[in-house]
């Protein structure tokens, strides 16, 4: 994922994720159970603090290995999508069993990030 296309994304998760929390706040909180809004708020922030760190992904892009930057980008978003996505079909629908998957996105998140640290490090730092 080249940087034009990682802040797109970023700005749209962004935008999704005030998106979701204004609902949550406001068009849930009379049709869900307390601990299912709690579940709901969790996905709006992992999906908030995730694509501001695609943000940095893109900012940072030419000291980072390209290629690494690109995959970390993917895992991130893997892990938004599947994550919060999985956490948000979860409270909607009343189905638990979609949590069975939660756990996936978390651990592309981690992938992502271990993957940055990779493509810092093999990037060009001036300094």
Known sequence: MNARTTVIIASVMLM???GTGAFGAHGLRAHVAPDMLSVWQTAVLYQ???ALGLL???????RLHTKLASAASL???AGILIFS???YAL????VRVI????PVGGVSFMIGWVIMAIAAAR???SD
């Open 75 to 77: 895992f991130i978003l």
């Open 85 to 87: 996505g999985s956490l």
């Open 91 to 94: 409270v909607l629908s009343g």
């Open 48 to 50: 908030v603090f995730h």
């Open 123 to 125: 990037g060009n730092w």
């Open 99 to 102: 949590g069975a998957i939660t």
């Open 56 to 62: 940095g992904v893109a900012a940072l892009r030419p």
């Open 16 to 18: 999704l994720g005030v």
